[in-house]
């Protein structure tokens, strides 16, 4: 069966010269469509199924299709660049040297092999040193700054009450499953996560020569459990204002008498007289703890901590240790091989300067101005959809509306390049991970106190993903969405519409979800909105809520609702306005069929395609417990249900399994 756009076409259309082409329409195929699924059912299997029930899903992989997903063949493309710029010489210091050489000393492994422990001793002494809180909570400090972090989580970021500014935060930490919620939940599969990770705490003392390994690991299990219990919900931390709590420096210190804050802040090169502490329940139980836990049980915590820290570029047994742990989380059946994992380590560490290779060699400049085009518009559609509310005031109207025309929108790639002051050593991959991490710490320190550099990506240009940010009121769609099934130059309308169009609408909602409407045009939690505005809003978001949370995956269980919301909201509204934006093009006012599809009908395939994407049973169930996105299915299903031009377009009527009433049907933006 042909899939619906082949890695060859991917290719061709990232691979295409930047001489200007004159763009011609070409029909794209939906095939695999089951006839047997009627569309009001299950519209995603409608589309999708046949697809699902033959795709093959890696050994090395967790998943396969769309999305996020399609950053696999997207590191071919960089592992292209990769072996070619490290095979090299490039002059010193150049963009090419840094990822050439950084990628040649990863893919070393005899060398990184025969090292084994060495290049983690001198931190296991210094541990070892610990003679008291004063100089634990220093070590910890110290670390920070070399990207191994254990107690404290600090970031530096706009201040929620005065955007023109960046301040230190302080987020909760200390876990390490994957949520706190992981250390309480009874669940056998939750349980089999629990003994892996004690399996693995375990594997690590025995890695660097200790013995009673299991009595350490349920030690160091322990004090986790124990922070833990401090953690707020995934949930609780989507309240915007009640995870904004500035302090001064010289109250929290004489809360916490055992952390000495003017001492961490002096060791961390911060300046500053308060700071955010988002989740303080945590610090609070922190601090208790340093005086109620030993010293030699926290020295253990820490151990463990700076070794799981740095597993993944040590020799091939802890790479060994941490994948026999992860892959009972994500089904995952085999590591994947080493120059992948190196083209994520590059992208993740040094990608603005890998990014400036990709975008040269394979981004299509023609991509880019068509996609400014389409974000314009829609900017211009959401404009009419916000005086066509029935249920918003005019005075709340005019507020919304001057947030979204103050909304930055970053296109393809940064307008100014990140720069890595980092000498990288091609015979030093250990040191040039850590040299790196430096590097990011000192970046991020310089811009403390300063206003937030509004030139700044928060992502890679070829990753595939869009972000909405709410502080800088910015959307962001690098180069790597701008491509099949999203966005193709040469496809009809309706499938853009319905591929970048729903991402681009769906961006731009963000600035009006649960979360994004508290922020004003210029990133600032304050109240734009009428109190009785408000409250129609919050009543038609717990809708989504409790729509959403009666879905279910893996036969029983249930998405959160309430952990959703967000992308729900703009997953309802992304559909609406690229739907909008599209009767207005000449294809959308057409009736003309390609391939035995109206264009609406196409506009609905294209979203359905988008969401083209099949995960391990294992990944999805840890998905839909922590990401705040909702499975693929429900991301097609979910809003469609709701959208009464879907029903026009595919004829659902009463009865089948996914169709609403009108009044049933939500509608907020």
């Known amino acids: 069966m042909k899939r619906f756009f082949t890695l060859l076409c991917l290719i061709v259309i990232l691979v295409s010269?930047?001489?200007?082409?004159?763009?011609?329409?070409?029909?794209?195929?939906?095939?695999?469509?089951?006839?047997?699924?009627?569309?009001?059912?299950?519209?995603?299997?409608?589309?999708?199924?046949?697809?699902?029930?033959?795709?093959?899903?890696?050994?090395?992989?967790?998943?396969?299709?769309?999305?996020?997903?399609?950053?696999?063949?997207?590191q071919e493309l960089l592992k292209n660049i990769l072996q070619e710029v490290s095979e090299q010489e490039h002059p010193k210091g150049s963009v090419e040297q840094q990822v050439g050489d950084f990628y040649a000393s990863g893919m070393d492994t005899t060398k990184i092999n025969e090292r084994g422990i060495k290049p983690?001793?001198?931190?296991?002494?210094?541990?070892?040193?610990?003679?008291?809180?004063?100089?634990?909570?220093?070590?910890?400090?110290?670390?920070?700054?070399?990207?191994?972090?254990?107690?404290?989580?600090?970031?530096?970021?706009?201040?929620?009450?005065?955007?023109?500014?960046?301040?230190?935060?302080?987020?909760?930490?200390?876990?390490?499953?994957?949520?706190?919620?992981?250390?309480?939940?009874?669940?056998e599969s939750v349980q089999q996560i629990q003994d892996a990770y004690k399996t693995y705490l375990a594997r690590l003392f025995e890695l660097v020569g200790d013995t009673d390994e299991k009595a350490k690991a349920e030690i160091v299990y322990n004090i986790e459990k124990q922070l833990a219990e401090s953690h707020k919900t995934r949930i609780e931390r989507r309240d915007v204002k009640a995870n904004y709590n500035k302090m001064s420096v010289d109250d929290l210190d004489q809360k916490h008498s055992n952390i000495n804050w003017a001492n961490i802040l002096s060791l961390l090169s911060i300046k500053t007289d308060s700071i955010d502490v988002a989740q303080p329940a945590y610090y609070k139980t922190l601090d208790e703890m340093l005086s109620t836990?030993?010293?030699?049980?926290?020295?253990?915590?820490?151990?463990?901590?700076?070794?799981?820290?740095?597993?993944?570029i040590l020799s091939k047994p802890f790479q060994d240790a941490a994948?026999?742990?992860?892959?009972?989380?994500?089904?995952?059946?085999?590591?994947?091989?080493r120059d992948k994992q190196m083209v994520r380590r590059v992208d993740q560490q040094i990608g603005f300067a890998l990014g400036q290779l990709y975008v040269k060699r394979y981004f299509n400049e023609d991509a880019k101005k068509r996609a400014l085009d389409l974000v314009n518009n829609f900017q211009k559609v959401l404009e009419r959809r916000i005086d066509n509310l029935d249920w918003m005031s005019d005075s709340t109207k005019v507020k919304a509306k001057e947030k979204l025309f103050a909304i930055n929108k970053k296109i393809g790639y940064p307008d100014v390049w990140r720069?890595?002051?980092?000498?990288?050593?091609?015979?030093?991959?250990?040191?040039?991970?850590v040299a790196l991490r430096k590097n990011n710490y000192q970046y991020n320190l310089k811009?403390?106190?300063?206003?937030?550099?509004?030139?700044?990506?928060?992502t890679t240009p070829s990753t595939v993903t869009a972000y909405y940010n709410p502080s800088l009121n910015e959307i962001v769609f690098p180069a790597g969405i701008l491509q099949a099934p999203y966005f193709d130059l040469y496809a009809d309308d309706?499938?853009?519409?319905?591929?970048?169009?729903?991402?681009?609408?769906?961006?731009?909602?963000?600035?009006?979800d649960d979360q994004g409407a508290?922020?004003?045009?210029?990133?600032?939690?304050?109240?734009?909105?009428?109190?009785?505005?408000?409250?129609?809003?919050?009543?038609?978001?717990?809708?989504?809520v409790e729509q959403y949370g009666a879905f279910t995956v893996l036969d029983s269980v249930h998405l959160k609702g309430a952990l959703t919301v967000g992308e729900n909201t703009a997953d309802n509204g992304g559909i609406a306005i690229a739907y909008d934006a599209f009767k207005l093009t000449e294809q959308g006012q057409d009736t003309t069929k390609i391939g035995g599809y109206t264009p609406n009908q196409r506009f609905f395939l294209s979203i359905a395609n988008i969401w083209r994407v099949k995960m391990r049973d294992e990944f999805l169930r840890n998905y839909v417990t922590n990401d705040p996105h909702s499975p693929p299915m429900w991301r097609v299903n979910g809003p469609l249900m709701n959208f009464t031009p879907f029903y026009e377009a595919f004829d659902v009527q009463h009865g089948e399994v996914n169709y609403r009433v009108e009044e049933q049907r939500i509608k907020i933006w």
């Not at 530096?156 to 301040?167: A, G, H, L, R, V």
């Not at 508290?518 to 809003?537: L, P």
Request: include cysteine.
């Open 419 to 433: 720069s890595y002051d980092v000498a990288i050593d091609r015979n030093q991959f250990f040191e040039n991970v």
């Open 120 to 187: 983690i001793e001198p931190i296991l002494k210094r541990i070892e040193a610990i003679e008291n809180v004063a100089s634990l909570t220093e070590f910890v400090a110290t670390q920070i700054q070399y990207g191994d972090y254990s107690m404290f989580a600090p970031y530096i970021s706009p201040d929620q009450k005065n955007s023109e500014m960046n301040i230190f935060h302080l987020a909760q930490t200390g876990i390490g499953l994957p949520d706190r919620d992981y250390y309480f939940i009874e669940d």
């Open 17 to 74: 010269c930047k001489e200007e082409t004159k763009t011609e329409v070409q029909a794209v195929v939906f095939d695999g469509i089951s006839e047997n699924i009627k569309p009001g059912d299950n519209f995603f299997n409608h589309v999708n199924k046949k697809w699902m029930d033959s795709a093959v899903i890696a050994d090395d992989q967790v998943g396969v299709g769309a999305y996020r997903f399609l950053n696999i063949p997207q």
């Open 494 to 512: 309706a499938v853009n519409y319905g591929g970048i169009g729903m991402v681009i609408g769906h961006e731009f909602t963000h600035a009006f």
């Open 293 to 312: 836990v030993s010293l030699d049980d926290w020295k253990l915590y820490l151990k463990a901590n700076s070794i799981g820290s740095h597993d993944n």
């Open 518 to 544: 508290q922020f004003d045009k210029d990133g600032n939690v304050t109240n734009w909105w009428t109190e009785d505005d408000y409250k129609k809003f919050k009543e038609k978001t717990n809708q989504i």
């Open 323 to 337: 994948f026999e742990y992860s892959k009972v989380l994500s089904g995952q059946t085999e590591q994947q091989p």
């Open 447 to 458: 811009q403390l106190n300063q206003p937030p550099n509004k030139d700044e990506w928060g």
